[in-house]
């Protein structure tokens, strides 16, 4: 039954080729939009999350405060208010997993013929667990090196690149700021943060060793800014509370006095980054699923066209003993071959579009088999539904009305 | 009336509703046909003859009255049952052939076998057959738009064979043939009727095609006005 049916709409589609590539057209065009927006959005979304995780998670960030000197009031991190012994303090917190203090500063560094500026951070062994990051070889400093404050570096993956080449850093020495340091890791590749910086241009070591030896700043024991890592994000309101008390009380600060230091969620901000990222990714999906329904609303048109022409076949069909539902059949089979067919050269057309997109605009693009699925499983669907009306309408034709038609 | 009669209709009335109200098409129309009858339905224009036929062809429902069509009360049918009934036990022939402009003759004449759920081969060898058997069997390949009237004709009645119906219902169907080629058509009924018993119904305004029936129903105005063997059709007014 289905065969000669198969037959038969091929047959009806052949005889208005150009009326049949234009429905389907329509098709072809709203699936490949799908799915080509659906990348594009997937490959912004997945970019910012990327950088999200670089991050770490569940992340403060404590910033000494400003100072006014004279009236002119300097921005968040010039008095130098924060110490290592604040860093002891916050360790202690039930709901701290991990703290470092940093000391960053700009520095050359040399290694033979080469030459590379860069930001070098002074920190403790807990800022990798802070920030989540890995080492591709060698090993980190430890708390003796911070306590003896030893010339040792880590060294980020675009560093490693512009000193080393090729070479193998680990092992080596490199001079900062004219002293030798020993290479003792390489850090594994974070890529760009939430503002696009690249976080792999980067130089670990001691935060001790840049407090005496490499910035010497003018207070001794201060750190510019603290990390922390609360256990657990249902933990972060409580945390921020609990650091805010503690570093009031052990700067000494009356109540309703400024603090001078001040902390920030970060994990937050990036999550709301992420947000913005997830709502943009379905507000394409969405505006791109419209054309789906004017597609469908275009095989509709068509197969009220063709129901009409063809009326008078649907008589002569039902005089010999078609049933209602063979005229459904017949008409929907119509239908669902175009969408079918145009869904196909739409998914086709829309993974092409996307790895070309990708090719010349280096814009990240996802494809997910389960997005092209279900702009394929939701656009064929789409075909059907407006499909059955016109079928349903030839199906339910009185045979003599049909016959009589003109 | 035998019970096993083709064809049992009883006070069979059809009304047209219409923007100027009802119009009856057919009043009070009784009759009985028995199986291998040959019977001409003949009327003016707007006698009610085709609508009796159509109704007869399960294509359109009376409005009141009953009708029996081999044994089953056709009023009591749904719409599958009479898609069957068309399909296995009437064949239908018109005026206009009807035939699938886009399809050849085999498949035009395979059809009614598609629609009873016959294997394709299978309903091209029956086709063929049918083809054969109304003297069209070099044609089977030919476009049904590419052939003359009598042959589109005989492809008709071909297919209304197909599926082997006790009765064949043929409104006009000589209407748009010229003369030696509805003599071919009718005489094709005539062996229809003769060789394999088939009961024939046809509706004509012509009275040389309906001397080859046996039997004469004459319809005015929606009534039958006439019914008897067609000897008496010289007696009988137009």
């Not at chain 1, 003018?218 to 994000?233: D, E, S």
């Not at chain 1, 997910?368 to 279900?374: D, E, G, H, P």
């Amino acid at each position: 039954m289905i065969g000669p049916m198969l037959a038969e709409a091929w047959h009806a589609m052949s005889a208005n080729r150009l009326r049949t590539f234009l429905t389907m057209l329509g098709m072809v065009i709203s699936v490949g939009a799908v799915i080509l927006m659906l990348a594009i959005g997937r490959g912004a979304q997945f970019q910012v999350e990327q950088s999200v995780a670089s991050l770490g998670s569940n992340l403060f960030m404590i910033l000494s405060g400003s100072s006014t000197a004279g009236g002119v009031r300097l921005g968040g991190g010039a008095a130098p208010t924060l110490t290592l012994g604040d860093v002891q303090a916050i360790a202690e917190l039930p709901t701290i997993a991990a703290v470092a203090p940093t000391v960053p500063g700009g520095a050359q560094i040399v290694y033979g013929q080469n030459n590379w500026g860069t930001q070098v951070l002074g920190t403790t062994p807990s800022y990798l667990e802070v920030r989540d990051w890995q080492l591709d070889a060698g090993y980190p400093f430890t708390d003796s090196d911070v306590r003896s404050a030893t010339r040792v570096a880590l060294i980020g993956q675009t560093v490693a690149k512009n000193l080393f080449g090729e070479e193998e850093p680990v092992g080596k020495m490199i001079r900062i700021k004219q002293s030798p340091y020993l290479v003792i890791g390489l850090l594994a590749a974070k890529g760009q943060s939430l503002d696009g910086r690249d976080q792999d241009d980067t130089i670990l070591v001691p935060v001790t060793t840049a407090q005496r030896k490499l910035f010497g700043t003018q207070f001794q024991g201060t750190v510019r800014y603290i990390m922390a890592q609360a256990t657990a994000p249902e933990a972060m309101a409580g945390t921020e509370r609990a650091l805010n008390q503690l570093l009031r009380q052990r700067h000494h600060l009356q109540e309703g006095a400024d603090s001078d230091f001040s902390v920030r969620n970060l994990t937050a901000v990036a999550n709301t980054a992420a947000e913005t990222a997830r709502i943009m990714s379905l507000m394409l999906g969405a505006i791109a699923s419209i054309s789906l329904v004017v597609g469908g609303i275009g095989i509709m048109n068509i197969m009220l066209v063709s129901v009409t022409e063809r009326t008078r076949e649907i008589g002569i069909r039902m005089a010999v003993g078609a049933r209602q539902r063979d005229i459904l059949l017949q008409f929907l089979l119509e239908a669902i071959i175009i969408s079918v067919v145009g869904c196909l050269v739409g998914v086709i057309l829309g993974v092409g579009g996307a790895v070309l997109a990708n090719k010349i605009t280096e814009t990240a693009v996802v494809i997910t088999l389960s997005s092209v699925v279900m702009a394929f499983l939701v656009a064929a669907g789409v075909g059907v539904f407006f499909g059955f009306y016109p079928a349903n309408k030839a199906a339910r034709l009185k045979p003599i009305d049909a016959l009589r038609y003109q | 009336m035998s019970p096993d009669a083709v064809i049992r209709v009883e006070r069979l009335c059809k009304q047209y509703e219409t923007a100027a109200g009802a119009v009856p098409a057919l009043k009070d129309v009784s009759l009985t046909i028995a199986p291998g009858e040959f019977v001409a339905v003949m009327g003016p224009s707007g006698s009610g003859k085709s609508t009796f036929m159509n109704i007869l062809g399960c294509l359109d429902t009376p409005t009141s009255g009953s009708y029996v069509l081999n044994g089953k009360d056709v009023g009591t049918l749904n719409s599958d049952q009479l898609a069957q009934l068309r399909n296995k036990v009437i064949g239908f022939v018109f005026q206009g052939f009807n035939l699938l402009p886009r399809a050849n003759l085999e498949d035009n004449v395979a059809l009614p076998l598609v629609y009873r759920g016959v294997k394709k081969t299978m309903a091209a060898t029956q086709a063929r057959e049918m083809l054969e058997k109304v003297g069209l069997k070099g044609y089977r390949n030919s476009m049904s738009n590419q052939i003359s009237g009598g042959q589109q004709q005989r492809a008709a009645i071909a297919r209304a064979l197909v599926n082997r119906p006790r009765l064949i219902l043929a409104d006009e169907p000589t209407g748009n043939l010229d003369t030696a080629t509805s003599r071919e058509i009718m005489n094709l009924f005539t062996r229809l009727n003769k060789e394999d018993g088939i009961t024939i119904l046809l509706v004509t305004h012509e009275r040389d095609i309906a001397a080859y029936a046996k039997r004469l129903v004459q319809f005015v105005d929606g009534r039958v006005v006439h019914d008897g063997a067609v000897t008496h059709l010289e007696a009988a007014p137009a």
